[in-house]
């Protein structure tokens, strides 16, 4: 488990932003297995398209801050969005939606950044997946 701030764990606080960006209240909770997954270890080489997304994660991060949990979050089609936007102003072509290389950088960045954690909610009489990326160091305090 990473570190704790605040009067919730970061943990907790990952918890809380997938169940509020997914919609999930206490009855409809019991329909879904949430999976804060945290010791991904996950290596790149350094550079080229790598460090352009890092130089651009603080912007996204500030651009997908909740309004009900007040932490940074990113889903799955979200991330899609970002990079694929990336790499239209490299020139390069759109990843299609889904490829690994999606899977593979969020995982990066969960295994990079100590605040970024990688939330997946299962519901349970689909079996549908959806991913979550969940930065407890980027909150918008209320106020």
């Given at each position: ?7 919730m764990?970061d ?5 809380l ?9 206490e ?5 879904y297995?949430?999976n804060?997954?945290?010791?991904i ?11 352009e ?14 309004y ?8 799955m ?14 020139g390069?072509s759109k990843?299609p939606?889904?490829s690994?290389l ?19 909610v299962?519901d349970k ?19």
């Amino acid at each position: 488990m990473k570190k704790t701030t605040n009067k919730m764990s970061d943990n907790d606080l990952a918890f809380l932003a997938a169940k509020c960006y997914f919609g999930i209240n206490e009855e409809s909770a019991k329909d879904y297995d949430i999976n804060i997954i945290d010791d991904i270890k996950r290596k790149l080489p350094p550079g080229g398209f790598i460090e352009e997304m890092e130089a651009e994660l603080p912007k996204w991060w500030s651009d997908n801050i909740g309004y009900k949990s007040g932490v940074a979050r990113m889903s799955m089609v979200d991330f899609m969005h970002h990079v694929n936007e990336l790499r239209a102003r490299r020139g390069s072509s759109k990843l299609p939606e889904y490829s690994e290389l999606f899977n593979v950088w969020m995982e990066y960045i969960v295994s990079k950044y100590p605040d970024v954690y990688l939330v997946e909610v299962r519901d349970k009489n689909t079996g549908a997946k959806k991913q979550l990326l969940v930065n407890t160091g980027v909150v918008q305090r209320q106020g």
